[in-house]
């Protein structure tokens, strides 16, 4: 009796771990109620998130690094024109020869990147050259909020699970 006990508890505990493990990382991306809205799986360490400012209507770039915790570390933001939110005070600023400028080295980290989706601001994340348009992946005039994450096995089943009721 007491090793079927024993044998129950150690499948128990290994069952549990497993499905514990992170199986898959990527871009996750929520809403203000932390609804998962989509996951773009990513395995990088820099991400770009692009767009088109509201009022300038000229194109802005913020480029970060994952960390191993998961948080966005700041490398760098290129801007077209100056404009409210735009960085002045800190970092190093470069005028590049196409008439960009380029600010580097501010000392940033933060959780997530927040921002609200609106369809003239054309925001995109951009991983590796690739494109993903915000206007594909979440509803227009959403507060979204961009995550790093590593799904656990029992978090990547069941987004497998709802994916196959979408396309079905």
């Not at 514990?20 to 395995?43: A, C, R, Y």
């Not at 760098?76 to 960085?87: F, H, L, M, R, V």
């Not at 915000?134 to 979204?144: F, G, H, K, R």
């Amino acid at each position: 009796m007491l090793r079927k006990v024993i044998l129950f508890c150690t499948l128990l505990f290994l069952g549990t771990g497993i499905i514990m493990i992170p199986v898959q990382s990527g871009i996750l991306l929520t809403n203000e109620k932390k609804d998962h809205v989509n996951f773009i799986p990513f395995d990088r360490e820099v991400i770009t998130i692009g767009w088109r400012h509201s009022v300038e209507l000229t194109p802005w770039k913020e480029t970060f690094e994952i960390n191993s915790d998961g948080n966005f570390s700041f490398l760098s933001t290129i801007y077209q024109s100056y404009g409210a939110g735009t960085p002045d005070t800190e970092g190093t600023v470069e005028l590049l020869s196409d008439g960009f400028i380029q600010v580097t080295d501010i000392e940033r980290t933060i959780p997530y990147y927040s921002l609200y989706y609106i369809p003239i601001s054309e925001y995109y994340l951009e991983i590796d050259s690739k494109k993903y348009y915000l206007s594909q992946l979440v509803p227009d005039y959403t507060n979204v909020q961009i995550h790093y994450k590593k799904l656990k096995l029992y978090e990547w089943l069941w987004r497998s699970i709802m994916e196959m009721f979408k396309e079905g």
